[in-house]
């Protein structure tokens, strides 16, 4: 006998849009009362794929560093598409990699985005009619960092 779980679809991913996104100097605000804090801003960028859009200076991520080395990833950005619309992405997830590999990427070296795990959830405000179908789905994320920027590819959850 199947259990009633057992006939749940399993979960396929489609590929969205890809994301560049351009990076001011990282600002480290030190231990507080919440653990290590980085605020990382957000100078512009792109999306292209499923939407097309520019991204607009003004977001951060705001990062928080683990003890061993994760960073907790909480970006938050506007991005406005070639119609004009505006979008609010939320990105959260989790940075992390060997301890050479973490030194590596402190140092804004371009590392192999193979050899360390850089992975989001990417979540989409809009008020835009058209766009409203970004808001009820689910976006995962595959990530790199480099020196002065970070690119993604997001998956729709289907």
Known sequence: MTAPHDRLPAPAFEPAFDVSVDLGALEDHGD?????RRVVPILGGRITGAVE?????GGADWQ????????????RYSARTTSGDLLLLHATGLRTGS?????RLGRAEDVDPHSYYFRTTVQIETAAPALAHLQRSLFI?????????????????A
């Open 32 to 36: 507080t009362s919440i653990g290590h």
């Open 53 to 57: 859009a520019e991204i607009l200076p």
């Open 64 to 75: 928080r560093v683990r003890a061993d080395g994760t960073i907790e990833i909480d970006g």
């Open 99 to 103: 301890p050479e590999v973490l030194e």
């Open 141 to 157: 994320a595959v990530a790199q960092r480099q020196a002065n920027a970070v690119h993604y590819r997001a998956h729709r959850v």
